[in-house]
C-alpha cells in the first residue's frame, strides 16, 4: 500500500472481466488486477460503477472482494463498493466485505430514491457506523441524480471518525473547492474525473480514481508524481497528453469504451459487458482505436 494517502494516490476503478456466458470470470479478474498493480495503480475499487457493480449480484461482488484479495494481497489498498440505494443491504454488503480482508468501502450516494441532504447523512454514518474500515464517499450526480452537498460532506467528517474522504465527481470545482476547504486536515478529496484531475490536485485533492488508468496507468502515476514534486510543466504535459484519450474513453456509456480498449491492448480476452449495457458498434470501435493510436498505446502481453 502507498505510503501517502491512506487510499493511494491512482485509484482505477477495476473493470470486471466476463466470460461468454457473462458470468465473472474469476482468472481474468484477478489476472487484470494484478496487472493493474503492475503498471501504476495503488488502489483498485472493486465492483464500482466501472465494475458494472449494477448488475453484479450480492453474492457476486463478495466473491470479487476475495477474490482481488487473494490476487494482489497487500499490494495495495483495496476498496470495495458497497453503497447501494437501500441503507440495508448496504451495511450487510459493507459487513460481509469487511470479513473478506479489504483496506476500505465506497460508499456511493443512494440512486433513484432522491433522498434529502438529512437523508444521505444519516445513509452514510448508519453504513460507516456499522464497520470498523475507513470509508470512501463517492458523489457522482449525473448517474444517481442526488448531489452530495459540500455542507453534508463537512457534517460527516466531523461526526463519523472513520468517513476519511470523498472521490468527487460532480464536475463542479467550485463546490469541490468547497469541500477540500471547509471538510478539515487530512480528509482526503479524490478526482472521480479523469479529465479533471489535475485541477482537482490544484486545489487540494490528493489523487484519482480513474478509468483511464487502465491504459496509461504508469502516465497518470507520472503525473501524479510530478506535481508532487513541484514539476508543474511534466504534470501539466501529461494531463493534456491524456484528455483525447480520456474523452474517448467516455464516448459513450463507461465501461464499454475502456473493456473495449483493454482487449485491443491484450490485457483482458473480451470487452463484454452485462445488459442493459451493450459492447461498441464500429463506429465507437473506431473513436476508441484513434485515440489509443493516437496516444501510442502499445499492446500489453496478454493476461
Not at 456466458?21 to 474469476?26: L, M, S
Amino acid at each position: 500500500m502507498s505510503n501517502g494517502p491512506y487510499f493511494g494516490r491512482v485509484v482505477t476503478a477495476m473493470a470486471t472481466p466476463f466470460d461468454e456466458n457473462r458470468r465473472v470470470d474469476e482468472p481474468q479478474a484477478a489476472a487484470l488486477a494484478r496487472w493493474l498493480v503492475e503498471n501504476g495503480s495503488d488502489g483498485l475499487v472493486i465492483a464500482g460503477t466501472t465494475g458494472e457493480s449494477a448488475t453484479l449480484s450480492h453474492d457476486e461482488k463478495v466473491s470479487l472482494f476475495t477474490l482481488v484479495k487473494n490476487a494482489v494481497g497487500d499490494g495495495a489498498c483495496l476498496i470495495a463498493n458497497t453503497g447501494t440505494n437501500d441503507t440495508r443491504e448496504s451495511i450487510d454488503l459493507t459487513r460481509a466485505a469487511e470479513d473478506t480482508g479489504v483496506d476500505g468501502i465506497l460508499l456511493v450516494a443512494p440512486y433513484y430514491n432522491k433522498p434529502t441532504q438529512e437523508g444521505l447523512y444519516q445513509h452514510f454514518k448508519a453504513i460507516a457506523s456499522s464497520t470498523k474500515l475507513p470509508v470512501l464517499l463517492y458523489n457522482v450526480p449525473g448517474r444517481t441524480i442526488t448531489n452530495i452537498l459540500p455542507a453534508t460532506v463537512k457534517r460527516l467528517a466531523c461526526d463519523v471518525p472513520n468517513i476519511l474522504g470523498i472521490k468527487e465527481a460532480s464536475s463542479d470545482l467550485a463546490q469541490i473547492s468547497q469541500i477540500a476547504r471547509d471538510a478539515g486536515r487530512g480528509f482526503e478529496v479524490y478526482s472521480g474525473e479523469d479529465g479533471v484531475t489535475l485541477p482537482i490536485l490544484s486545489i487540494g485533492g490528493v489523487g484519482v480514481i480513474s478509468v483511464t488508468s487502465h491504459v496509461i496507468g504508469n502516465d497518470i502515476r507520472a503525473m501524479h508524481d510530478a506535481f508532487f514534486a513541484g514539476d508543474m510543466d511534466t504534470a501539466r504535459e501529461l494531463h493534456l497528453k491524456a484528455l483525447p484519450l480520456t474523452k474517448a474513453l467516455f464516448s459513450t456509456t463507461s465501461p464499454s469504451p475502456v473493456k473495449y480498449a483493454l482487449e485491443r491492448m491484450g490485457v483482458i480476452k473480451s470487452g463484454r459487458v452485462r445488459l442493459p449495457l451493450v459492447e461498441l458498434n464500429a463506429d465507437e470501435r473506431r473513436v476508441v482505436d484513434a485515440a489509443l493510436a493516437e496516444y501510442g498505446v502499445a499492446r500489453a502481453q496478454r493476461v
